[in-house]
């Protein structure tokens, strides 16, 4: 997608530079597992641009990652962050594990001694490089990290709960970071159902509302997607997980379907499903008509072998990379749009960038001006509500919680990357995903141009 999204820019200085990672390094270390036994552990941590420092990116524990994969997922985190005008550079780390077939001990185990590597090579910290969650991690594992570096190197450094992101609460994470993928995914697939523009070329009626979707992944990010949706008048229609699938014309509640796949560990028997399939390929709801499909698991779960299958007219991708190139370019022939990852499946790593802000400042969000903030309004409304005072309207005027700050921040960056980018594609009569990168890439020139390179 580079190198086809690249062709659209006149100033073709930096690019060769733009596209290789600055630091990329594989290295081993033991692991004593809990029956005794001595265990090679392989790692990965790759910074690809400091056009701005510090960089950041995602901790992936995955036994199919290799040092290759760790460059592509670090190259698309610095054109993530650059589209959207969050002041990170891209990276990305990994370790080759699968991270089932160790016990918590174990895990924590490998989490410290991977931090401690990392330190060793001079590739964490608030302002070096700021890890984050990804596949197969989570916000223990952002925790172990952060306890580490306070244990053992933490002496002096008021930055320590900066070093990672997607933490839990008690340890300077931030309210609003479990949903934000998700809420992002719709703030962004919103702005583009409001976008006159857009809908007319498509053929289609402005707005969410009574839009019929379908889901492929209802872990996390295909859940959060569906909710705000819903919430916002569009309806679910349908679902797939690798082992099932559920479909309903008439819509599906999706805290209805998360209890029933809580439960049950698949969506196969959902009562309020009208067809349920794990018998013949459970991804065969994604072909039915509708509005909106939203990939939200797999890479290239979009390919050569089913795209002329598919029989929506926008797909929003809500996970990483899951329309592969030749579907890419199949689908623009049909008139199909796509939102690409690039923009929609930022929200994780925008709200971790509050977190960090957070935490370089040490203290909640909106904390120092609610109280004041609340008086004033309230203050204010009494004044000009007179006779007419309403208890539940001053219920309202209560100062922004961090929750309503974090929304707030991620809707403004959102709605106005996914305007930008679009406003961009139809006036210069290329795709969204061209635009994206089109403006990614520019941002990093102009750092190039306005700084120099450094000796």
């Known amino acids: 997608y580079y190198d086809s999204s690249t062709k659209h820019i006149q100033d073709k200085n930096f690019l060769h530079i733009i596209?290789?990672?600055?630091?990329?390094?594989?290295?081993?270390?033991?692991?004593?597992?809990?029956?005794?036994?001595?265990?090679?552990?392989?790692?990965?941590?790759?910074?690809?641009?400091?056009?701005?420092i510090p960089t950041k990116g995602g901790t992936r524990y995955a036994d199919n990652i290799?040092?290759?994969?760790?460059?592509?997922?670090?190259?698309?985190?610095?054109?993530?962050?650059?589209?959207?005008?969050?002041?990170?550079?891209?990276?990305?780390?990994?370790?080759?594990?699968?991270?089932?077939?160790?016990?918590?001990?174990?895990?924590?185990?490998?989490?410290?001694?991977?931090t401690v590597e990392m330190v060793k090579r001079n590739a964490i910290g608030a302002g070096i490089d700021v890890p984050g969650p990804d596949l197969g991690t989570d916000?223990?594992?952002?925790?172990?990290?952060?306890?580490?570096?306070?244990?053992f190197y933490g002496k002096g450094d008021l930055f320590t709960s900066a070093y990672t992101t997607g933490k839990t609460i008690t340890q300077g994470g931030i309210d609003g970071r479990i949903e934000s993928t998700g809420l992002g995914v719709f703030f962004g697939i919103r702005e583009a159902f409001n976008h006159v523009a857009l809908c007319k070329k498509m053929g289609i009626e402005p707005g969410v509302k009574g839009k019929k979707f379908i889901v492929q992944g209802f872990g996390n990010v295909g859940y959060y997607s569906s909710k705000f949706l819903h919430e916002n008048g569009a309806i679910l229609i349908g679902a797939a997980e690798y082992n099932s699938s559920c479909f309903n014309e008439k819509g599906i509640h999706p805290d209805e379907l998360l209890a029933y796949k809580t439960a049950n560990s698949t969506l196969k028997g959902f009562g309020k499903s009208s067809w349920t399939s794990t018998e013949k390929d459970p991804f065969e709801v994604m072909y039915n008509p509708c509005d909106l499909l939203i990939p939200a698991a797999t890479e290239t779960s979009v390919n050569k072998s089913n795209a002329h299958k598919f029989q929506c007219k926008v797909i929003a991708e809500a996970a990483n990379g899951p329309t592969s190139h030749y579907a890419n370019e199949y689908l623009q022939t049909k008139n199909v749009c796509i939102l690409p990852d690039l923009v929609l499946n930022a929200g994780g790593v925008t709200v971790s960038y509050f977190e960090w802000l957070k935490n370089i400042e040490h203290k909640e969000l909106g904390l120092i001006e609610k109280k004041w903030n609340t008086n004033v309004q309230l203050h204010l409304y009494k004044i000009s509500a007179g006779d007419n005072f309403d208890e539940k309207v001053a219920e309202l005027l209560g100062g922004a919680t961090e929750k309503n700050l974090v929304y707030?921040?991620?809707?403004?960056?959102?709605?106005?990357?996914?305007?930008?980018?679009?406003?961009?594609?139809?006036?210069?009569?290329?795709?969204?995903?061209?635009?994206?990168?089109?403006s990614a890439v520019e941002k990093i020139q102009r750092v190039y141009h306005e700084a120099g390179v450094s000796l």
């Not at 952060?146 to 244990?151: C, E, G, N, P, S």
């Open 408 to 438: 707030s921040g991620l809707d403004q960056i959102m709605s106005k990357t996914m305007n930008y980018v679009i406003d961009d594609a139809l006036k210069s009569g290329i795709t969204i995903r061209e635009a994206a990168y089109k």
């Open 139 to 151: 916000s223990r594992t952002m925790n172990i990290m952060k306890d580490t570096i306070q244990t």
């Open 66 to 114: 290799d040092l290759e994969e760790t460059k592509a997922l670090a190259t698309l985190m610095t054109f993530k962050l650059s589209v959207h005008g969050i002041p990170f550079g891209g990276s990305k780390g990994g370790v080759k594990i699968n991270p089932a077939l160790y016990s918590r001990a174990e895990l924590d185990r490998i989490t410290r001694r991977y």
């Open 19 to 52: 596209k290789e990672p600055r630091v990329a390094v594989e290295f081993t270390f033991p692991l004593e597992k809990d029956n005794g036994e001595m265990e090679l552990i392989t790692a990965f941590r790759v910074q690809h641009s400091h056009h701005i």
